[in-house]
């Protein structure tokens, strides 16, 4: 079956850290994949897109990297701030699918000042 | 704001009432999307417009729900004879363009809670 993986636990990191998100998928053959945030009692707002034939994607402190035989995506924030705290979402679009992408349940970062 | 928004952004109803939400999207985006997530959960796909067209539904999706956009301007989502189990964050979203790869840029959301 199609699965969509991220970690259930939240990533808890001090400040001035760079965090680490994981994102892996199974049964999918994504043609890009679509980092969100999502505050509490809040929609995701978009981040970062990254397409299969792209590596790596950087947008100021934020970096997404995709390994499609790895079957995963990382996404990083360095140099991080109580305000990046919130849960992060991933989302494949399919390859020849429709426009509609399938999110991942997304994995809760905490910034420790 | 010319984001998307969504009216209201909470509802409290008792078990069989029927519910309608709705959604103004971003106004030169073709497209408009619902969703439903639950607490821990991500957004799982609902029904999807292009302009005034409903060209994909959920298939989970139960013959109780049923969204319109009348003049692919704004959308309605209507539940009808809510139960507990509907009882949810439903999230509206809209994008533009003409091939694949457009972020989505989701409303606040409408909290349903099912008594």
């Known amino acids: 079956s199609q699965k969509i993986e991220q970690n259930s636990e939240a990533l808890n990191i001090q400040e001035g850290k760079t965090a680490t998100l994981t994102c892996n998928y199974t049964?999918?053959?994504?043609?890009?994949l679509q980092w969100y945030r999502q505050d509490p009692g809040r929609g995701p707002v978009f981040l970062l897109l990254i397409r299969e034939n792209e590596k790596e994607k950087r947008k100021e402190r934020l970096k997404v990297t995709f390994d499609t035989t790895l079957k995963q995506s990382l996404f990083h924030i360095t140099a991080s701030q109580p305000a990046d705290s919130a849960t992060y979402l991933c989302?494949?679009?399919?390859?020849?699918?429709?426009?509609?992408?399938?999110f991942g349940r997304g994995t809760s970062l905490i910034v420790h000042p | 704001d010319t984001g998307v928004s969504q009216d209201p952004r909470h509802k409290i109803t008792k078990r069989g009432q029927n519910v309608t939400f709705r959604c103004d999207p971003i106004s030169e985006h073709n497209r408009l999307y619902w969703y439903r997530q639950t607490l821990g959960q991500g957004p799982e796909f609902l029904t999807y417009?292009?302009?005034?067209?409903?060209?994909?539904k959920s298939r989970l999706l139960s013959d109780r729900f049923s969204a319109e956009r009348p003049k692919g301007s704004f959308s309605t989502l209507e539940i009808q004879r809510t139960e507990q189990g509907d009882s949810a964050m439903y999230l509206c979203?809209?994008?533009?363009?003409?091939?694949?790869?457009?972020?989505?840029?989701f409303g606040p959301g409408t909290r349903l809670t099912v008594t």
């Open positions: 989302a494949l679009n399919i390859r020849g699918g429709s426009y509609i992408p399938t």
């Open positions: 417009f292009q302009n005034e067209a409903q060209l994909e």
């Open positions: 049964n999918y053959s994504p043609a890009y």
């Open positions: 979203a809209s994008s533009f363009g003409q091939a694949l790869g457009y972020e989505q840029y």
